[in-house]
């Protein structure tokens, strides 16, 4: 891509360009296509690997990228019939087959998001769609400008450069937003990671494991034979929250209740703290705040009078 728009600026602003620069820039956008149809693949696929024969999908980029460097200057600037035949094919062939390539990537996308629907996807999952979907986008308005360009110049040459370097600039920077240089395909690994949680959440809630004031992350991972880094990439993804707040929650709920209860009216709130699990007051009174928005004494006298 970058040298597609310095080859553009050069044709736009340079006097007497040498063809071999038109048609090896020309040529490199028959490489964009595979490049971003194999790019889409490896972030929405397990372990991905190349096509066995993916070389069969560079012959059209490397037959025109040969011929370039044929092209006389002398013949190119004869516009005879055969000159405009041949550039014009060239140039349809070239647009007809970055289209091809960039409809196939969207559907690679689209069957992502059907397999994996808005409500199950993990944050590094959202991140990828996103940032796929911004991709795709970014590849239509490049198309878009350079094909209105050779319809009659729609719109002035230099507008493709400019579009492209945009686009570029603006990829370049959602890229590290979302942060997508740090994940791939193997985020898409639901069944595993899914099964994991779903053993996390059952250990935590048949075991009532919060009610332990010394859980740890390093212990939970044990009994399910997992490593510290894993579960907590695990609970990160799947709970939205870290293991303090995943543990913390199930300890509120359980105080919500004892707090309410009739069998516990007269426990103080430290003792409700304690027997939720919690190791202190102030770590209690900290963490009912962040959940419920108020003390645990104001939701006891709220619903005392409520009763």
């Known amino acids: 891509m970058a040298f597609r728009i310095g080859k553009s600026v050069m044709l736009n602003f340079g006097n007497d360009l040498e063809p071999v620069f038109i048609f090896t820039g020309l040529a490199f956008l028959l490489l964009i296509g595979p490049l971003l149809r194999w790019y889409v693949s490896g972030m929405t696929t397990v372990a991905f690997k190349l096509p066995k024969y993916y070389v069969i999908e560079l012959i059209p980029f490397g037959l025109l990228f040969l011929g370039s460097l044929f092209v006389t200057k002398n013949w190119f600037e004869t516009n005879s019939k055969e000159v405009v035949i041949i550039f014009g094919s060239v140039l349809i062939f070239i647009y007809l087959h970055f289209a091809f390539y960039i409809f196939n990537a969207a559907r690679a996308v689209r069957k992502a998001k059907r397999n994996f629907p808005v409500e199950l996807r993990t944050k590094s999952q959202k991140a990828i769609l996103t940032w796929l979907g911004l991709v795709i986008m970014g590849f239509v308005i490049i198309w878009i400008s350079y094909f209105l360009n050779i319809i009659e110049d729609t719109v002035p040459y230099i507008t ?147 009763k």
């Open 160 to 306: 493709g450069p400019i579009m492209y370097s945009m686009v570029v600039y603006f990829l370049s920077f959602k890229a590290f937003q979302h942060k997508v240089t740090d994940i791939d395909g193997n985020v898409f690994k639901k069944n595993v990671d899914s099964g994991l949680f779903n053993q996390i959440t059952t250990l935590i809630e048949s075991n009532k494991l919060y009610l332990e004031p010394d859980v740890s992350l390093s212990s939970l991972s044990k009994l399910i034979s997992i490593t510290t880094q894993k579960a907590s990439e695990i609970i990160n993804q799947h709970a939205k929250q870290n293991f303090n707040d995943f543990i913390n929650h199930y300890r509120i709920q359980e105080a919500k209740k004892l707090l309410v209860s009739s069998d516990s009216e007269n426990y103080t709130i430290a003792s409700i703290a304690f027997d939720s699990g919690f190791s202190s007051l102030s770590s209690f009174n900290s963490a009912f705040k962040k959940f419920e928005g108020i003390t645990p004494s104001i939701y006891r006298e709220n619903n005392s009078r409520s």
